[in-house]
């Protein structure tokens, strides 16, 4: 489901393809609204251990430090009992969760045959369903975990989400776990956890964010990875680490892209008791790799372009880096601050990249494709920031906001702003009983979001938001 | 133009009105999000204002309302009953805190504990039951829930804790010792319940209960690995501090006063000898000695009886 998330985000980077994307605009964002607020709270750990899901979760599925520690340790509890040996033998660790909402998507500018000027604004609103989500996961034996997370859309199309096994505490020391499939990226941050559920809300767009007319997806540090982690803690999780080995794929499986493309993410992180406020933790997070910008074609190949499945080469670097912080200020008040510098190699600047899928315009051809003169990488800035009230256990209140600004084009004489991206979230969740046995949400969130330079007529702004109210409960 | 302006009405009152419903049933679930369970029993309306302290630390009861119900109450209980909706499910029960009674003190049987041993408690879990170490926790948290722990009892406005209990420094693991110690766990009758090897199956083991009658089972030395931890502690320290105070609440007495301090240290070289998989100095000892314990020759008194099952009691062997 993610995937149609981050391809509302690729959509946007060519305004040669704006007119025909931003009239799938408002189709798509209603798909996407169902599609993509998945995430990974699993009440099957809650019936396992007999904990409440506030013990792990600030407001589920977020995560709060014990929860991590959980996580961090591969959904073990570090107690005698994390074997599946003690359970009893009907247990199967399963939770499905799904979310019927109302919402009210609306967008400034879609392309139209009807209007006078070609475009004109849209605003719908209904009744609609997520996706379905089964979540199984925990230990096989002691210190052997898993994760296997079938997600559809709201049409009950299917993909793996995850699909994991984990080595933990090797050599009986929290210091080395390796994880092994397809998984999310270690960010502190988590987006498969996220609290928000909007079409642009329930996203990160720092973890999305590709320029306008860039060719690569590579480097979506929000989508689920086909790769190796090894990751490792401290006893009481207030120091992290954790590197991974990707294959620059973004996920998919198949080996559709390059023959030898991987990327690497990179985090690290250290918390401090800070007395009354709580445990506030500083961090930090490199994505780097380098991903194909070349494609043989022919009879034989498959998508838009008739590329070769796995014939990509000629890669070319990306990269983004960051910090990340999470702050506590009292039992009530938290903030998590995340920083991101992203850099594009100029070929995928100038329309190179996933030319496989028909996301890049340009098929590298040694020889022959040359750069345009005074091309330069894409570089940008961006933050996001969003504080938490927690009332107490069962209710919390959120907002997030988030923009992300261009430092440099690839094109010169490129608007400087071209693709900037604005976006408030504001939000609560009310969950009216908290036991081991289920989740259950009251959601109410407004998203608001506005990125520059490309509404259909390639020169103004595009402009959507978004109300929703739903139920959200996994069981 | 004109045409559109009812249906544009209509629209609007359809969005309004549904609008209106929602933000209802958002507002209703704000104003009943009372900081209290919707069903089952209310906690104590008004926290006692209860303190702890814990070296410089201050815990304040009131700070850990919000951390109790998160953490705790699911499993302990929102009257700190040891009857929370999880309870029925685990085994051993969850700690009752309006009884007072705790199994990890360095205080004498039957007294309160201190401060510190809630506080290192919370941190460290127990093992074999589904107590997690909650080491994530400030030190500021862990001592406001043990302020908090003191508001279901009021032994704790009545009494005061214990004494801790004085440590002697251990002295040197050796043969002589690990035998001694095994001759007090057959004097003692240690392998009643703990059985002839420390693997819990004593002749007692299947009897035994709780003071609350819930069946319990003596501490099985033999399982685990080179890692695995007592109830109270992983240390020889703690070892020592778990006979010497007794578990209250269970079978296990203290012997405070029937053994001396360094004949408790020779008991606790023996059961480390009984942890077979771990890999410690009193096993090194045993090893040295190719395994075998040699009897224990009391120059002041007769030799000590032989269990009933007729095996000597021990491990590493």
Known sequence: MRMWAQSLLICRRSPRRHSVMAAAFAFILLIVVGASPRASALPAFARKYGLRCSACHESWPMLNFFGQKFKDNGYQLMNDRDAPIWQNPGYWPVTFRITPIWHRVSTNKVATDQSLSGEQKITSSGFDLSGLDFHTGGTLEKNFSFYVLPSSDPTASFHFETVMA???????????????????????????????????????????????????????????????????????????????????????????????????????????????????????????????????????????????????????????????????????IDATVVTQHGEDSAWFGQGYGDYADGMAPNNYVPGVSALPAGSRNPTWNGVLIEPHYVVNPQMILLGRYETIRMSQQSTPGTPSNLGNITSYTVGYRYNPFMTSRAGFAYHGEYNWWHQDGTAPDNTTNLTSSELLFGIDFDF | MNSLRPRRLTGAILFTSVIAVLLVAGLATLASAQDEPLVGPKPPVAVKPMESHIGNLTGHAADAKSDYRRYCAGCHGVYGDGNGENAVWLDPKPRNFTLATFKCRSTLTGTLPID??????????????????????????????????????????????????????????????????????????????????????????????????????????????????????????????????????????????????????????????????????????????????????????????????????????
């Open chain 1, 166 to 332: 984990r080595l933990d505490n090797i050599g009986s020391s929290p210091w080395l776990n390796v994880k092994f499939g397809k998984f999310e990226l270690d960010n502190l941050l988590s987006e498969k956890r996220i609290l928000t559920l909007t079409g642009n809300g329930g996203i990160y767009q720092l973890y999305h964010f590709i320029p306008a007319n860039d060719g690569n997806i590579f480097g979506q540090m929000g989508d689920n990875q086909l790769g190796v982690e090894v990751m490792g803690h401290s006893a009481n999780d207030r120091t992290r680490y954790s590197v991974s080995l990707l294959s620059s794929n973004d996920g998919q499986v198949g080996l559709p892209y390059g023959a030898e493309s991987y990327s690497t993410f990179i985090t690290g992180s250290q918390a401090f008791d800070a007395g009354k406020l709580g445990v506030d933790r500083l961090g930090f997070y490199v994505m780097a790799g380098e991903a194909p910008t070349s494609w043989l074609t022919g009879p034989s190949g498959g998508g838009p372009n008739g590329v070769i499945p796995g014939s990509g080469g000629n890669n070319r670097g990306y990269s983004r880096e960051g910090f990340v912080g999470q702050f506590y200020f009292g039992p009530h």
């Open chain 2, 116 to 317: 510190e041993d809630l506080y290192n408690s919370i941190a460290r879990g127990f093992t074999n039951s589904n107590m997690p170490p909650w080491n994530t926790f400030t030190k500021q948290q862990r001592a406001d829930l043990v302020a908090y722990i003191k508001i279901f009892s009021p032994r704790w406005e009545k009494e005061k804790a214990g004494e801790p209990i004085k440590i002697p420094p251990e002295p040197p693991v050796t043969i002589e010792s690990i035998s001694h110690g095994q001759a007090l766990f057959a004097k003692l009758e240690c392998w009643k319940c703990h059985g002839t090897h420390g693997e819990g199956d004593g002749p007692s083991a299947a009897t035994l209960t709780d003071s609350q009658d819930q069946p319990i089972r003596p501490y099985n030395f033999a399982g685990g690995g080179n890692d695995s931890r007592f109830k109270c502690g992983s240390t020889n320290q703690d070892i020592y501090k778990i006979f010497m105070t007794g578990v209250d609440g269970t079978p296990m007495p203290s012997f405070a006063d029937v053994i001396q301090p360094n004949d408790a240290w020779d008991l606790v070289h023996f059961l480390r000898t009984l942890q077979v998989h771990r890999h410690g100095k009193e096993n090194e000892v045993l090893m040295a000695a190719h395994g075998v314990i040699p009897p224990y020759v009391d120059k002041n008194a007769a030799p000590t009886a032989a269990p009933a099952d007729n095996k000597a009691p021990g491990g590493g062997q």
